[in-house]
């Protein structure tokens, strides 16, 4: 018997590998190899274990698990072989899938779309200045969620624990609902709030629901790489509409309208704020379309000057706006909460294709950020981060100014969490960025949110997440990268 297992079993004894594993697996692979053939008789399981030098429980472990998959049976008199139905066609087969070329792997075509919008970002690190889009991660009032957190996991009622109210639930979206009423001008009722995983999911899950394939979707230029994403995998076709002072300009758009996706309270990624005669020619032009308009308010409540405009949505009379919003801004990435507000009839056929695709949030999570909201944790996050962020797009400023000099062109919007700093005519905005990545400073081209040829070129630096220090720090590396 020895000759059984002569290149076929070789058991590592320092791997993290258990040998029952190892043993299993080897074997498994020689039968489908066709080394070890239908028929073919193995030693007991007393003398397989000293053959093989380990205990007789390993072999006995090994050999059930096989047996129980039907790579072995036990034969009356033979004792165990491997089963007669694994055929040499069979093995060959198999040793073929494993010896030829190797499989060419291809996505959906609205894979691919998905796939082709780029949106790097570090995974697993922490975030270095002046990665845009990130909030004070250090300044979230960490103990008082946890205890929140807690106790919404010990008071979940049997509802809420199993499948419960996939759109939201109750306590959560009446709480939202106030706070956008008072907090943006938001005309809604809570059933009107669907709960998501993000601002993307819900973005993902309009898209899904309410773009069709060809559908002309027109997006701000330049503008939000996420909802091009979403858009583009729904298979709409992309309009991008240029971007003056006032936001996104419908006159300058070249077909009609199926759903316009904008940023009115602050332009992602210029921080320009749409006024009103703009935003009630907006909602003009979707009545005449008969469009939706697709409003997505990411990060308005950091307002430096003043009380922040209210939302577009508090101006529609028709139905006609989606609202869009997130707690990764105002809190942070981690909650991993957005939401959509739509006009009720949308409601209730848009929270089945949620169910459908699954994107719901945690129960527990949504019961302690519906106390969050109602303790007054929210409003007073919020006012502490704007000051906070007020000061550090000052040091940003300044640092620019003084480090770079006339090298950059400064944009300081009203409010937000990242600034553009313009570049030369001439200058390659992703040159410098990659020389950046090399100082380990990041930034993201100004370049890379334009559909057609860049306008512009410059650095979109986000401020809000970074100390003074690294905010200084970050200047000299522009200024060095920049050679000026």
Not at 101 to 107: F, G, S
Not at 149 to 161: H, I, T
Not at 183 to 199: C, F, H, K, Y
Request: proline share 7%; net charge neutral.
């Amino acid at each position: 018997m020895q000759d059984i297992f002569s290149g076929i079993v070789d058991l590592e004894r320092g791997s993290r590998v258990s040998l029952y594993r190892q043993l299993y697996e080897q074997l498994r692979s020689s039968i489908l190899s066709g080394r070890l053939p239908a028929g073919t008789r193995l030693p007991a399981t007393r003398g397989m274990a000293r053959q093989l030098g380990v205990a007789r429980n390993t072999v006995l472990a090994a050999s059930e698990q096989l047996a129980a998959e039907g790579f072995l049976e036990a034969r009356q008199g033979a004792g165990t072989v491997v089963a007669g139905e694994i055929s040499a066609e069979l093995t060959r087969s198999a040793r073929a899938r494993v010896d030829g070329a190797p499989r060419t792997h291809r996505l959906s075509r609205a894979g691919m779309r998905l796939a082709s919008v780029r949106r790097d970002a570090p995974c697993g690190e922490i975030p270095r200045a002046f990665l845009p889009g990130i909030p004070d991660l250090g300044a979230f009032p960490h103990a008082v969620w946890g205890r929140l957190l807690r106790r919404s996991c010990q008071l979940l009622r049997p509802g809420e624990a199993a499948y419960g109210s996939t759109a939201g639930l109750p306590a959560l979206r009446g709480a939202l609902c106030d706070h956008l009423s008072e907090a943006r001008g938001v005309n809604a009722l809570p059933e009107q709030i669907i709960i998501t995983p993000s601002a993307q999911a819900a973005l993902d899950l309009l898209a899904r629901a309410l773009v069709d394939p060809n559908d002309a979707v027109w997006l701000e230029e330049p503008g939000y790489l996420g909802a091009r994403a979403a858009f583009s995998g729904a298979g709409a076709e992309i309009i991008p509409v240029p971007v003056d002072e006032q936001g996104i300009d419908p006159r300058k758009a070249r077909s009609a309208p199926a759903m316009i996706y904008v940023t009115p309270s602050h332009q992602y990624p210029t921080g320009r704020l749409m006024p009103l005669a703009r935003r009630l020619e907006l909602l003009d032009c979707a009545e005449r379309h008969d469009a939706y308009v697709l409003e997505d308010d990411f990060d308005s409540e950091f307002q430096f000057q003043g009380r922040p405009v209210a939302a577009l949505q508090g101006l529609d009379t028709q139905g006609r706006v989606l609202y869009v919003g997130t707690f990764s801004k105002v809190l942070q990435p981690g909650i991993r909460v957005g939401y959509a507000v739509l006009p009720q009839p949308l409601v209730e056929p848009v929270a089945r294709v949620q169910r459908n695709t699954g994107q719901i949030v945690p129960a527990a999570v949504q019961l302690a950020l519906a106390s969050f909201i109602e303790e007054g944790h929210l409003r007073a996050h919020i006012r502490r981060m704007c000051a906070l962020y007020h000061e550090r797009q000052d040091e940003l400023v300044s640092a620019l100014e003084e480090s770079c000099g006339g090298s950059v062109t400064v944009e300081r919007p009203a409010g937000g969490m990242q600034l553009i700093a313009g570049l030369p005519a001439g200058r390659d905005d992703a040159a410098v960025v990659r020389e950046l990545a090399a100082r380990r400073v990041m930034a993201r081209p100004l370049s890379g949110f334009y559909l057609g040829e860049p306008r512009r070129h410059g650095l979109l630096l986000g401020f809000a997440g970074y100390p003074v220090e690294d905010i200084a720090a970050g200047a000299v590396q522009i200024r060095s990268a920049l050679g000026s």
